[in-house]
């Protein structure tokens, strides 16, 4: 079922993840929200899932809504293999 | 539990040995293994993948901190396997004090029953927990992958009935009470979210 999700994105407060996924769905852009896997460490336990194809536009809307996401992973097909690709800049 | 093993300097196959030991070691916990080039980060990644591993990567001036992560299947702490387990659903929201976070955290709680290796036997759905099961939930596509692992999904016909929702039921059978209390007195293990 979230196979097709090849990215995750960490917040910094569970308050932004709450808006970037009313604000992706809003934009039509399919995300799937998920608690902070086990294999990453951070503060926030809410992320959400997304595809690679619609990671740009994604940041895009994060970014002129003001949302402060945290750090970008890649994520393979097993789901539980998570490489860090990005982090926040404002 | 957690192990930091750095292995920057070391020749192959060093790294990935002294990764396998330590997961050997454990049942369960983290080992963070540090390397410094991009042959051993994809030896440990692959060390990782072979065991079943959850696996985090991040790179820091150069070097590359592998986070593997070992555990032993989820079972409820007496030992009951998830397989034997029910779970009676009485709410839409999970939890009390504020409705957009419990929103947030019933996703996340079906997010994570779908994705354990074992599934629970039943979850039964009652009063407005009721509109989780019909086609506007969020989380009905977490429902059609418990559904499609063997979980049996019920919910009360009285309360769909109430509540209008009868013909939006969207997973699942339409349940009453004698059917929702055998499964209650039946299962290894209960688990009410009210």
């Not at chain 1, 992320?47 to 890649?74: F, H, I, M, Q």
């Not at chain 2, 986070?67 to 929201?93: E, F, W």
Request: glycine fraction near 8%; charge should be neutral.
């Amino acid at each position: 079922m979230t196979r097709q999700y090849d990215r995750l994105l960490s917040f910094v407060s569970v308050h932004h993840a709450i808006r970037a996924e009313k604000l992706l769905a809003g934009e039509g852009i399919k995300v799937m929200p998920l608690p902070t896997p086990r294999e990453i460490a951070i503060s926030c336990g809410q992320c959400l899932l997304l595809r690679s194809g619609e990671e740009a536009r994604a940041l895009a809307v994060l970014k002129t809504a003001g949302v402060e996401w945290s750090k970008l992973y890649s994520r393979d097909e097993t789901g539980r293999a998570y490489e860090k690709l990005a982090e926040y800049e404002g | 539990m957690s192990t930091e093993i750095d292995a920057r300097g070391l020749a192959c196959p060093q790294p990935v040995i002294q990764a396998k030991k330590a997961l050997d070691s454990i049942e369960q916990g983290s080992v963070t293994v540090i390397v410094d080039n991009a042959v051993a980060k994809e030896n440990v990644a692959k060390l990782a993948r072979a065991n079943r591993c959850g696996l985090s990567i991040e790179e820091k001036d150069g070097h590359f901190y592998l986070r593997l992560t070992k555990d032993s299947g989820r079972q409820t702490p007496d030992g009951i396997p998830a397989a034997r387990t029910v779970y009676l659903i009485a709410k839409n929201t999970l939890g009390h004090g504020n409705d957009e976070l419990g929103a947030v955290l019933m996703k996340s709680f079906f997010f994570t029953l779908q994705a354990g290796d074992s599934v629970p036997a039943a979850v039964m759905f009652i009063n407005a927990g009721v509109e989780l099961a019909v086609d506007s939930s969020p989380v009905l596509d977490h429902l059609k992958a418990l559904s499609a692992k063997g979980t049996e999904i019920m919910s009360c016909g009285t309360c769909l009935d109430y509540f209008g929702l009868k013909e939006r039921l969207a997973i699942g059978e339409i349940s009453n009470m004698y059917d929702i209390l055998a499964r209650l007195e039946g299962a290894g293990k209960a688990i009410t979210l009210s």
